[in-house]
């Protein structure tokens, strides 16, 4: 937590003073059925000081965004107690709560702030969690996230992902032939929004290492596509990659050593591994037909990519060591970008259904029964990301005639949309753990 | 590996080119004369234009102001890289010009519809891009000529999110960059 603040503090002031565009908001369109019930107190202020967070609320917009939780409003609350011995059950069994979260937030001394939460079961009028976070004056967004965690896996037994983050491109019209494009840094919920690359051309397939340090992304700023690896922390960048033609579809290994990517330079489409220390370039596919969008398997054994060997995109995956390649989809005429949850089992992709017609639409296929459930009706969705709790999937889609992000969880029962107050959204890319 | 690749493309782009030449028997016959006189070039442009798809004759100089009357837009089909037929007489009017004129260059540029993944659009519009390339290689281009660039789905020339949009992205675009 400490890292993580020290971090934050210094990219706020590195980077605060870039413009704020496109913020998304998240709206839940699709809970689970009956979402558990539970009330945020908000957390008394016993600090002196003027505090920039409502820590309470960022904790209550959390768990209500996860679709799994139904919050209580504020405007119905009997009483704001911050202790227990303030906490009437009896109260809050009336308003028909299952759990309820109290807190307050004290200064140090040292200038760092804590924050005390503690949760409730109302039935049962037991103590489930009590905590005390201790963060600078700026962290406090980060100490409600950490909060949203514990409480989210005290009580649904997930992980939660409250305090990842994510990266997404967004395309503005600037005239007839001028466009510009950003790659953004944001919270899970689009809150602290920043740009981290701006240009007036394309920029995509933004992806994270696995620390979470660094993001390689394609970007055409010459004109051509380049693969560059930024540093999250300084900014710093280094343009990696560019060969004649196609240089795409950078993943990082899972032990962060290597990345696999997409060059033409042989005549079409491969999958390269470049070793990071040594850049020593390896050729992993040989045909023909478009072989791209590749993605590691956790292990970091084999990776998954789309070819079009077989006459349509469809989705292989390839052991690295013994070369055995093996087809992966079978259902539906197109299958492409495929990713894997963290257990390996489950297979995220785009997906069109045989005789779909137009339709593009995220699926998600159990590796282990090949049952394969179509999780949106969107039509043009793309750039499925899955978020390290392997529970939800973030993806690009069309509203309209604009870009916007969307979510759904990968068993269908919640789904979000992420708008952004201007322009397209697209690409968006979910960060593993960051601590 | 690759060079077979590379030759079974080129001789599988020749047999679409022959098939199209026959397709066209008539001016290419025309023209193949006025090639080997190769002497009365412009004056009579206008006249040595195919009626159908404005193309130069086969076989002829052409020139610069002739540039300006060829297709520089090629169009596809959904997830195919196919040149169609109506644009070869204008490519191979380019790539003629290209070979006259050995300092003109040009760069393909390759693009797809918003439709499927963005990286395997990319792809497809690299492979779209060399399949133009191939066509202008063939004819006489020489590779220091012609560069390829795919944008995939990012630069659309068309916004809108319908059948037609679609169908005027899915392209290649040929741009001089030295004539």
């Not at chain 1, 996230?145 to 997930?158: K, Q, V, Y």
């Not at chain 1, 690359?197 to 979470?212: C, K, R, T, V, Y």
């Not at chain 1, 087809?327 to 539906?332: A, D, K, N, P, S």
């Not at chain 2, 020339?157 to 899915?170: F, L, P, T, V």
Request: net charge negative; proline share 4%.
């Amino acid at each position: 937590m400490v890292k993580l603040i020290q971090l934050w503090t210094f990219m706020l002031a590195t980077l605060f003073t870039v413009p704020v565009h496109a913020e998304l908001v998240v709206e839940v369109t699709q809970g689970v059925e009956s979402p558990t019930r539970i009330a945020i107190v908000p957390f008394a202020n016993e600090s002196a000081l003027a505090l920039s967070e409502d820590v309470a609320q960022v904790v209550e917009q959390d768990l209500g965004r996860s679709g799994f939780f139904e919050p209580m409003s504020r405007d119905n609350m009997l009483g704001f107690p911050s202790r227990q011995q303030d906490v009437f059950f009896r109260d809050w069994r009336i308003s028909r709560m299952d759990y309820v979260v109290i807190g307050r937030v004290q200064a140090t001394g040292s200038g760092e702030l804590s924050v005390t939460y503690e949760l409730f079961d109302v039935l049962r009028e037991t103590s489930l969690l009590t905590e005390n976070v201790s963060v600078t004056p700026e962290g406090l967004r980060d100490a409600a996230h950490f909060i949203s965690d514990r409480i989210f896996e005290e009580l649904t037994g997930l992980k939660g992902a409250f305090s990842t983050q994510i990266v997404y491109v967004t395309a503005e019209q600037m005239g007839a032939d001028r466009q510009r494009f950003r790659l953004m840094l944001a919270d899970w919920d689009g809150a602290r929004a920043q740009t981290i690359l701006e240009s007036p051309q394309p920029i995509l397939s933004p992806a994270w290492s696995m620390d979470g340090s660094k993001l390689a992304y394609v970007s055409f700023e010459t004109g051509k596509p380049s693969i560059y690896v930024q540093h999250l922390a300084t900014g710093q960048r280094e343009r990696i990659q560019s060969f004649p033609g196609l240089n795409g579809a950078p993943a990082w290994s899972p032990d962060g050593q290597r990345l696999a990517l997409v060059l033409s330079r042989d005549g079409n489409p491969e999958i390269y591994l470049l070793n990071l220390q040594t850049r020593e370039l390896q050729r992993v596919t040989r045909h023909y037909g478009i072989d791209t969008e590749p993605s590691w398997s956790p292990d970091g054994q084999s990776l998954i990519f789309t070819s079009d060997r077989g006459g349509q995109p469809q989705i292989y995956r390839l052991n690295l060591a013994t070369r055995n390649l093996e087809r992966l989809t079978f259902e539906g005429n197109y299958n492409a970008r495929g990713r894997l949850t963290q257990d390996g089992r489950f297979l995220t992709m785009v997906h069109r259904s045989q005789g779909g017609g137009n339709g593009f639409d995220i699926a998600v296929q159990d590796l282990k029964t090949d049952r394969v459930d179509i999780l949106t009706r969107s039509g043009l969705a793309e750039s499925p990301s899955i978020a390290p709790n392997g529970s939800v999937v973030i993806y690009a889609t069309q509203e309209g005639t604009r870009g916007v992000l969307a979510a759904v969880s990968l068993d269908g029962r919640v789904q979000f949309r992420m708008p952004a107050s201007t322009g397209d959204v697209r690409e968006p890319a979910w960060s593993p753990y960051l601590r | 590996m690759r060079v077979a690749n590379f030759t079974k493309a080129v001789a599988i782009t020749s047999a679409m080119i022959w098939a199209a030449g026959c397709s066209t028997t008539s001016t290419t016959t025309d023209g193949g004369s006025a090639g080997s006189a190769n002497g009365g070039q412009s004056g009579s442009g206008a006249s040595s234009y195919g009626a159908s798809s404005g193309g130069v004759s086969a076989g002829q100089v052409v020139t610069r102001e002739d540039l300006n009357q060829l297709q520089t837009v090629f169009y596809f089909d959904f997830d195919k890289a196919v040149v169609r037929q109506q644009g070869f007489a204008d490519l191979e009017a380019h790539a003629r010009y290209l070979a006259q004129n050995p300092g003109a260059a040009v760069r393909l540029e390759g693009h797809a519809d918003e439709r499927g993944t963005r990286e395997y659009n990319m792809a497809l519009g690299e492979r779209r891009a060399k399949a133009v390339e191939r066509l202008l290689m063939v004819n006489g281009a020489a590779s220091g000529q012609v560069e390829s660039v795919s944008f995939g789905e990012e630069k659309p020339a068309m916004i809108g999110h319908d059948a037609a949009s679609w169908a005027k992205n899915r392209r290649v675009e040929l741009k001089y960059l030295s004539k």
